[in-house]
């Protein structure tokens, strides 16, 4: 029902702080994957009429700011890199491209933290959600970053002969689905910033620790 009342022209004064209020709630995203699929309606409609609200999440993000991984406030800012992801895949095709600039800002930001922190899964989130809603033109100034985390995350476990740490697993895993986009987006740019011979790496490191080669 609530998918039907966000489309009322002129409602949206109604219900746009119950949606906001739940949507910075951290278990919106322990919904299934059917109600997302409902509520990316919901966020399009909710931002087509509060477009100041993008900068707001943008401005959220921020790298680490301690060394302890599991306090509520490094929790918080794995959430505000999934909300903004949820927002930009939520949105139609170029809707976001106004925010390119702040948007790569937080990106560098966040790539200058430790390669162990958590966050890098975030990031790979952000990377897909990027690759599906701005056009090739606009995702130019986006490769060479997106190149860097993937290849920054897959060699460090070739540098400790494929051994993935239970820290490295789920940020190995959210890299993996990074590259399985970019093969199958198979866009010249991703050709021409990922050498051959470091993808080929990439793929070996791949079946080497689901299959125990090395």
């Known amino acids: 029902m609530l998918v039907e009342i966000v489309k009322v022209p002129g409602s949206h004064k109604s219900w746009r702080r119950e949606i906001y209020d739940y949507f910075n709630e951290n278990v919106f995203f322990e ?10 309606t919901i966020m399009r409609m909710f931002m087509v009429n509060d477009k100041d609200r993008a900068a707001d999440f943008i401005s959220r993000i921020s790298a680490a700011t301690s060394s302890i991984l599991r306090s509520s406030m490094d929790q918080d800012r794995l959430f505000h890199v999934r909300r903004l992801a949820f927002i930009i895949i939520s949105g139609d095709l170029d809707q976001f491209v106004t925010h390119i600039s702040a ?3 937080k990106l560098a930001e966040l790539g ?3 390669s162990i922190d958590p966050i890098h899964g975030e990031v790979c989130l952000l990377f897909r959600a990027l690759l599906l809603r701005f056009s090739p033109v606009h995702l130019i100034s986006f490769w060479p970053m997106m190149i860097t985390e993937i290849q920054s995350l897959f060699t460090q476990v070739l540098e400790q002969s494929s051994i993935v740490s239970k820290e490295q697993l789920p940020l190995l895993f959210e890299a993996c689905k990074l590259l399985d986009m ?3 987006v198979n866009s010249e740019d991703f050709q021409l910033y990922c050498p051959m011979k470091f993808l080929t790496n ?3 490191a ?3 620790v689901y299959y125990g080669y090395y």
């Open 182 to 184: 970019l093969l199958v």
């Open 103 to 105: 948007i790569k800002e």
């Open 112 to 114: 200058r933290t430790a």
């Open 31 to 40: 919904m299934s994957s059917e109600y997302a699929q409902r509520w990316t």
């Open 206 to 208: 791949r079946v080497g």
């Open 202 to 204: 990439f793929l070996q």
